[in-house]
Protein backbone atom coordinates (compact mmCIF):
# COMPACT_ATOMS: atom_id res chain seq x y z
CA UNK A 1 0.00 0.00 0.00
CA UNK A 2 1.24 3.41 -0.98
CA UNK A 3 0.90 6.34 2.16
CA UNK A 4 -0.29 8.86 0.74
CA UNK A 5 1.05 12.38 1.99
CA UNK A 6 -2.35 12.56 4.62
CA UNK A 7 -0.63 9.51 6.04
CA UNK A 8 2.70 10.45 6.35
CA UNK A 9 3.49 10.97 10.33
CA UNK A 10 6.43 13.27 10.96
CA UNK A 11 8.45 12.71 14.51
CA UNK A 12 9.87 16.01 15.62
CA UNK A 13 13.02 15.36 17.43
CA UNK A 14 14.53 18.62 18.67
CA UNK A 15 18.33 19.40 20.17
CA UNK A 16 19.11 20.62 23.35
CA UNK A 17 20.34 23.74 20.93
CA UNK A 18 16.75 24.27 19.08
CA UNK A 19 15.15 23.69 22.57
CA UNK A 20 16.86 26.90 24.19
CA UNK A 21 16.14 28.74 20.59
CA UNK A 22 12.74 28.05 21.03
CA UNK A 23 12.72 28.98 24.67
CA UNK A 24 14.24 32.28 23.71
CA UNK A 25 11.94 33.12 21.19
CA UNK A 26 8.70 32.19 23.66
CA UNK A 27 10.66 34.27 26.55
CA UNK A 28 12.02 37.29 24.98
CA UNK A 29 12.15 39.56 22.28
CA UNK A 30 9.62 41.17 19.95
CA UNK A 31 8.86 38.35 17.46
CA UNK A 32 5.36 38.04 14.89
CA UNK A 33 2.84 35.98 16.37
CA UNK A 34 3.57 33.32 13.65
CA UNK A 35 6.56 32.98 14.82
CA UNK A 36 5.59 32.57 18.59
CA UNK A 37 2.99 29.93 17.08
CA UNK A 38 5.33 27.90 15.52
CA UNK A 39 8.07 27.56 18.48
CA UNK A 40 4.71 26.56 21.08
CA UNK A 41 3.92 24.25 18.28
CA UNK A 42 7.78 22.42 17.79
CA UNK A 43 8.18 22.71 21.54
CA UNK A 44 5.29 20.60 22.44
CA UNK A 45 5.52 17.96 19.93
CA UNK A 46 8.86 17.20 20.26
CA UNK A 47 9.44 13.62 21.40
CA UNK A 48 13.24 14.25 22.03
CA UNK A 49 14.94 13.69 25.27
CA UNK A 50 14.67 17.45 26.05
CA UNK A 51 11.01 17.87 26.44
CA UNK A 52 7.60 16.81 27.09
CA UNK A 53 5.27 15.53 23.77
CA UNK A 54 1.40 16.82 23.96
CA UNK A 55 -0.83 15.47 21.85
CA UNK A 56 -2.20 17.47 18.50
CA UNK A 57 -5.37 17.24 19.78
CA UNK A 58 -4.13 19.05 23.16
CA UNK A 59 -2.49 21.39 21.36
CA UNK A 60 -5.33 22.55 19.07
CA UNK A 61 -7.16 23.36 22.19
CA UNK A 62 -4.73 24.98 23.57
CA UNK A 63 -3.20 27.05 20.97
CA UNK A 64 -7.21 27.34 18.83
CA UNK A 65 -5.74 26.22 15.94
CA UNK A 66 -6.10 23.47 13.69
CA UNK A 67 -4.61 19.85 13.23
CA UNK A 68 -3.63 20.83 10.04
CA UNK A 69 -1.66 23.76 10.96
CA UNK A 70 0.57 21.49 12.91
CA UNK A 71 1.15 18.98 10.73
CA UNK A 72 2.26 21.81 8.29
CA UNK A 73 4.63 23.31 10.42
CA UNK A 74 6.06 20.10 11.44
CA UNK A 75 6.33 18.67 8.13
CA UNK A 76 7.81 22.21 7.05
CA UNK A 77 10.49 21.47 9.82
CA UNK A 78 11.59 18.30 9.16
CA UNK A 79 11.93 19.08 5.47
CA UNK A 80 13.40 22.09 5.19
CA UNK A 81 14.65 22.37 8.72
CA UNK A 82 14.34 25.50 11.66
CA UNK A 83 15.36 28.61 9.99
CA UNK A 84 12.71 27.82 7.43
CA UNK A 85 9.65 26.70 9.87
CA UNK A 86 9.98 30.51 11.66
CA UNK A 87 11.04 32.71 8.67
CA UNK A 88 8.11 33.75 6.64
CA UNK A 89 8.90 33.35 3.29
CA UNK A 90 8.12 36.50 1.27
CA UNK A 91 4.96 36.05 -1.03
CA UNK A 92 5.57 34.93 -4.97
CA UNK A 93 1.97 37.02 -6.00
CA UNK A 94 1.95 39.57 -8.81
CA UNK A 95 -0.26 42.07 -8.09
CA UNK A 96 -1.60 43.77 -11.28
CA UNK A 97 -2.01 47.50 -11.04
CA UNK A 98 -5.22 48.85 -12.30
CA UNK A 99 -4.47 51.98 -12.05
CA UNK A 100 -2.01 53.52 -13.78
CA UNK A 101 -0.40 56.95 -14.11
CA UNK A 102 -3.10 57.82 -17.25
CA UNK A 103 -6.00 56.45 -15.08
CA UNK A 104 -4.76 58.44 -12.20
CA UNK A 105 -5.01 62.03 -13.94
CA UNK A 106 -8.60 60.93 -15.03
CA UNK A 107 -9.59 60.07 -11.52
CA UNK A 108 -8.21 63.18 -9.99
CA UNK A 109 -9.78 65.66 -12.61
CA UNK A 110 -13.06 64.09 -12.02
CA UNK A 111 -12.26 64.73 -8.44
CA UNK A 112 -11.92 67.99 -8.58
CA UNK A 113 -14.75 68.67 -10.87
CA UNK A 114 -18.33 69.14 -10.22
CA UNK A 115 -20.21 66.14 -8.73
CA UNK A 116 -23.52 64.81 -10.35
CA UNK A 117 -26.80 66.93 -9.60
CA UNK A 118 -28.29 66.01 -6.24
CA UNK A 119 -24.47 65.70 -4.60
CA UNK A 120 -23.05 68.17 -2.51
CA UNK A 121 -19.94 66.17 -2.84
CA UNK A 122 -18.01 63.02 -4.56
CA UNK A 123 -17.77 60.05 -2.47
CA UNK A 124 -15.88 57.22 -3.30
CA UNK A 125 -18.15 54.92 -4.30
CA UNK A 126 -19.26 57.44 -6.87
CA UNK A 127 -16.48 58.53 -8.04
CA UNK A 128 -16.05 54.24 -8.94
CA UNK A 129 -19.39 54.29 -10.47
CA UNK A 130 -18.54 57.66 -13.02
CA UNK A 131 -14.74 56.07 -13.74
CA UNK A 132 -16.70 52.83 -15.30
CA UNK A 133 -19.52 54.66 -16.43
CA UNK A 134 -17.10 56.94 -18.49
CA UNK A 135 -15.10 54.16 -19.40
CA UNK A 136 -11.95 55.31 -18.01
CA UNK A 137 -11.79 51.47 -16.07
CA UNK A 138 -13.73 48.14 -16.84
CA UNK A 139 -13.87 47.91 -12.88
CA UNK A 140 -12.72 50.06 -10.09
CA UNK A 141 -13.81 49.49 -6.82
CA UNK A 142 -13.82 52.32 -4.17
CA UNK A 143 -10.95 51.31 -2.08
CA UNK A 144 -8.50 51.43 -5.12
CA UNK A 145 -10.18 54.69 -5.47
CA UNK A 146 -9.87 56.23 -1.90
CA UNK A 147 -5.78 55.17 -2.15
CA UNK A 148 -4.94 57.09 -5.36
CA UNK A 149 -6.51 60.14 -3.31
CA UNK A 150 -4.75 59.15 0.00
CA UNK A 151 -1.37 58.52 -2.34
CA UNK A 152 -2.37 62.12 -3.78
CA UNK A 153 -3.15 63.95 -0.50
CA UNK A 154 -6.66 64.78 -1.84
CA UNK A 155 -9.08 64.47 0.60
CA UNK A 156 -13.44 64.30 0.10
CA UNK A 157 -13.89 65.66 3.23
CA UNK A 158 -12.29 69.09 2.28
CA UNK A 159 -14.80 71.56 1.41
CA UNK A 160 -12.63 72.63 -1.70
CA UNK A 161 -10.79 69.93 -3.38
CA UNK A 162 -8.10 70.86 -5.95
Given at each position: ???????????V???????E?LK??????S????????A??L?????G??????????M?????I????I???K?K????????V???????RV?D??????V????????C?E?P??????????????????????S??Y?T?R?????T??????????
Amino acid sequence: MQKTPAMIHYTVKLTKSEVEELKGIINKGSHTSQTFRTAYILLNCDEGKFSEKVTNEQMSKVLRIGMRTIDRVKKKFIEEGMEAVLERRPTSRVYDRKVDGEVEAKLITLCCGEPPKGYAKWSLRLLADKMVELKYVESISYVTVREVLKKTNLSLGKSKVG
